[in-house]
């Protein structure tokens, strides 16, 4: 779309310019001021050790790139209409926005699962709220086959890319390749989302030895969040990556982690999700059960449903919940905007570009 506002020489004269300005960056040796954009993935300090397989695919500036235009580009669905962005928005940690309950694909198809959150995935070992895709290359071809999203086939993805005006070039820059084939589409894709790295919130600043960071009452929600939640939710990722029923559904109808194992043991189970930047990725739970955080902390407190697979940790003395009177569910809650990036929220590296 913002390609047709381009002045006709403004894509030769623009890299002209950047040689330049990079050139003058480096005499200058400025210390990464604010605004310069580094394509290099770097893992916090208080994160553990990333699981992706970097060994293979490097993050690279034109990897990078390649991949944020694919991740935009409404031509890896059968109609030309929905990109993986459509779901997927940086404003709302790359989650959907609250209008889409259930996400929307190609002729308003609606899913029956709320678009997770994008970011940290580097960290993580298995993907989708059931954990059935096991490494991060292989999550776009899910989302392309999808019917109820892309409901394209990924072959003729990557054919619409080789007849493109651009592409071809792109990904000869890129990866040095002749004919774009479908491992490199992935791993330009994989390049753009391990660098959704969120670690800036005011808790990290926290942890990391600003005690300004958090105020008193904060630091009481961190206390009471640790004792209630933090074994599921654990830190620094708040997940602990495994599979849990928190007794969401009264009656099980999307059976979850089952659907992958087939053991009947984890039926209604789901991958403990992340909470970071939890205050503006609402609705909340994979059937987008909850509008607001007030709502999640009524569940947990006097809304859990009983059923065999549900966790332990969520039984006290016998009954299911963890009770919680208002001041302590309005402190945790306090604690959760904590977790707010808005660093990653607004990071230009993830913004859409006009180059293509
Ligand atoms: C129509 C909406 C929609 C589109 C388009 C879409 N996604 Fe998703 N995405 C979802 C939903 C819904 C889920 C959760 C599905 C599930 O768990 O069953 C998801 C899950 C994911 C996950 C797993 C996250 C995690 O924490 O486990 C990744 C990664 C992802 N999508 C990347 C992409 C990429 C890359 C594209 C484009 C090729 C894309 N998505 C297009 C809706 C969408
Ligand atoms: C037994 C493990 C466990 C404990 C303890 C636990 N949770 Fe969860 N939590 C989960 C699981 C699993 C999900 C996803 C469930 C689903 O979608 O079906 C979840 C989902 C959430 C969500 C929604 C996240 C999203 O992206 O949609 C929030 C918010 C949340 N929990 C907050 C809390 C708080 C606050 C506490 C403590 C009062 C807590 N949890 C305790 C396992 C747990």
Redesign the pocket.
């Known amino acids: 779309m913002a390609a047709n506002l381009k002045l006709p020489n403004q894509g030769r004269i623009f890299p002209a310019l950047v040689f330049l300005l990079s050139g003058i960056l480096a005499c200058t040796e400025l210390a990464d001021p604010e605004g310069v954009q580094r394509y290099r993935f770097e893992n916090p300090p208080h994160f553990p050790e990333p699981t992706y397989t970097f060994g293979n695919n490097s993050v690279s500036e034109k990897g990078f790139k390649l991949g944020k235009a694919?991740?935009f580009d409404p031509r890896?669905?059968r109609d030309g209409s929905?990109?993986?962005a459509?779901?997927?928005i940086q404003a709302h940690a790359f989650a959907?926005s609250w209008l889409h309950p259930f996400?929307?694909?190609v002729d308003d198809r609606k899913?029956t699962?709320?678009?997770?959150p994008?970011f940290n995935?580097a960290f993580?070992k298995e993907?989708?709220?059931?954990g059935?895709?096991t490494h991060?290359d292989f999550?776009?071809i899910t989302?392309?086959e999808s019917p109820?999203?892309?409901d394209e086939h990924f072959g003729n993805v990557v054919q619409k890319l080789r007849v493109h005006r651009d592409y071809p070039e792109r990904f000869e820059d890129a990866f040095g390749i002749r004919k774009i084939t479908g491992p490199y589409v992935l791993h330009a894709?994989s390049q753009f989302?391990v660098m959704m790295v969120s670690a800036d919130s005011r808790y990290d600043r926290w942890v990391l030895g600003d005690p300004s960071a958090l105020d008193a009452e904060e630091v009481e929600g961190l206390t009471l969040f640790r004792k209630h939640c933090g074994s599921c939710h654990t830190e620094p990722l708040f997940s602990d990556l495994s599979y849990r029923n928190n007794g969401i559904q009264a009656d099980i109808i999307d059976f979850g982690r089952e659907i992958i194992t087939e053991q009947q043991e984890d039926r209604g189970k789901f991958?403990v999700p992340s909470l970071r930047n939890i205050a503006v990725t609402s609705p909340y739970m994979?059937n987008a059960a909850f509008r607001t955080l007030e709502e999640v902390l009524d569940h947990y407190s006097s809304g859990v449903n009983y059923h065999t697979t549900l966790d332990p940790a969520l039984v006290t003395k016998g009954r299911p919940g963890i009770p919680l009177d208002l001041a302590e569910k309005q402190k945790i809650i306090t604690f959760l905007e904590a977790l707010t990036d808005s660093s990653f929220l607004k990071n230009p590296l993830f913004f859409q570009s006009d180059e293509m």
């Open positions: 694919l991740f890896l669905s929905v990109a993986c459509n779901c997927h959907d996400s929307i694909g899913g699962r709320n678009a997770p994008l995935l993580q993907f989708f709220w059931d059935g895709v991060l999550t776009p989302a392309i109820v999203e892309m894709l989302m991958k994979h």
